[in-house]
């Protein structure tokens, strides 16, 4: 794939760093289309212009799977094979038709995060309040644009996660700036591929995760954690004074896991009796995603401001050693085998490859494509892996 990417469009979300917070900035276009109706279908068609990533650690190997990474800053996401890190391809998301053109899409999307069950992939579409619902097994590696639903939800979204039965999709709405009235949790059945209930909330919601039995939703917001019933979809309890929490986790045991991105540490929950906080670990500046290994043992923890990831043992609840990563290490995700960590940057949008077992980086690819900054406005924010592979076309 020797082609040029497409330029950047109007109603992405543009990330910035600065004075240790991270700064979310919405751009409109005139123009924009209008929100799709409440569940829409687009069908494959044209495909956009695209640019091969290269791969800096030619040493690279891994599991048979793909990761699938959200680029708000370039309205699309981009597929990646696990078992080389090579570059596989660049797919549209929530790219309405220009009325009129039947080859040419308006490239307004903004894919913030991405959740992943079985072959099915969830995007939060944060310019046009949509989600966007992919079926993995039908992409190919050429075909630009896989069919998708569109499902219309609240404002602004952007976390989501999937019960771990895959029946419930919650999305985290945050709402705009202006008016924290229009925070909310949109509770999607997948079966149907509609919002079922509109959780309102009184701050803006970030990130959601499931107890493993999925009878249990905790959000992080502004205000700290809220803690739901999925069978009524009501709050049956919260937890505050977390500093501002963002990325949130929940162990196999039912631990929960918080970044408190004011304090610089990760607050550990106990679910068992009445949910407190348990323990605080101190780690990097800034921190904001999380990840687990399969088994729970250890957690991955993702500290933009100090380019660093933080590795702790859960049995312990201490750092056990700490991954220098450039660029703005923000989301990452552990493969399905437990055997690699997978690290985006979102200053750099470049994925960092990191063997669990030593620490040491075995592979890179530039989402950018060419050079050191050509990546820079991709603003890679959510990553999946899944243990199948694209079919090649």
């Excluded at 069950?117 to 046009?128: C, M, R």
Aim: aromatic fraction near 6%; include cysteine.
């Amino acid at each position: 794939m020797s082609q040029l990417r497409k330029p950047l469009v109007a109603g992405t979300v543009a990330v910035v760093l600065a004075a240790g917070a991270l700064a979310l900035s919405l751009s409109s276009s005139t123009g924009h289309p209008a929100a799709a109706p409440h569940a829409t279908v687009k069908k494959a068609s044209a495909a956009k212009n695209v640019k091969s990533a290269q791969l800096a650690a030619s040493a690279c190997t891994g599991p048979v799977g793909t990761a699938y990474i959200a680029e708000p800053g370039y309205s699309a996401f981009d597929a990646i094979n696990t078992a080389n890190c090579e570059y596989i391809n660049n797919y549209n998301v929530d790219d309405p038709q220009v009325p009129g053109d039947s080859g040419d899409y308006n490239y307004s999307s903004s894919p913030q995060g991405v959740a992943l069950h079985g072959s099915t992939l969830y995007f939060t579409d944060t310019a046009q309040n949509n989600v966007s619902v992919i079926n993995a097994a039908t992409m190919t590696t050429k075909n630009y644009n896989p069919a998708e639903t569109d499902i219309h939800v609240g404002w602004d979204p952007t976390g989501l996660a999937v019960s771990p039965d895959g029946s419930q999709l919650w999305v985290a709405n945050t709402g705009p700036q202006t008016d924290s009235k229009l925070a909310s949790i949109s509770v999607i059945s997948t079966a149907t591929n509609t919002v079922t209930t509109t959780l309102h909330l009184d701050s803006a919601p970030a990130q959601i995760a499931f107890s493993p039995s999925g009878s249990t939703a905790y959000v992080t917001t502004a205000d700290g954690l809220l803690i739901y019933s999925t069978a009524t979809d009501r709050a049956v309890g919260s937890i505050g004074n977390l500093g501002d929490p963002h990325g949130v986790v929940v162990s196999p045991n039912g631990t929960v896991y918080v970044t408190n991105t004011d304090r610089g540490v990760v607050d550990v929950i106990s679910t068992a009796g009445f949910p407190h906080v348990s323990a605080t670990i101190p780690v990097g500046q800034m921190p904001w995603g999380l990840a687990l290994s399969p088994s729970g043992s250890t957690l991955y923890v993702a500290n933009i401001n100090s380019n660093e990831v933080s590795v702790i043992s859960t049995s312990s609840k201490k750092v056990t050693s700490t991954l220098p990563v450039s660029g703005g290490p923000d989301v990452l995700a552990v493969t399905p085998d437990g055997s690699e960590l997978w690290v985006t940057g979102v200053t750099s949008a470049i994925i960092t490859v990191i063997s669990t077992s030593t620490g040491a980086v075995v592979g890179t690819t530039n989402l950018g494509g060419d050079g050191a900054n050509s990546g820079d406005g991709n603003d890679p924010s959510g990553i999946v892996i899944s243990s199948a592979a694209i079919p090649s076309s």
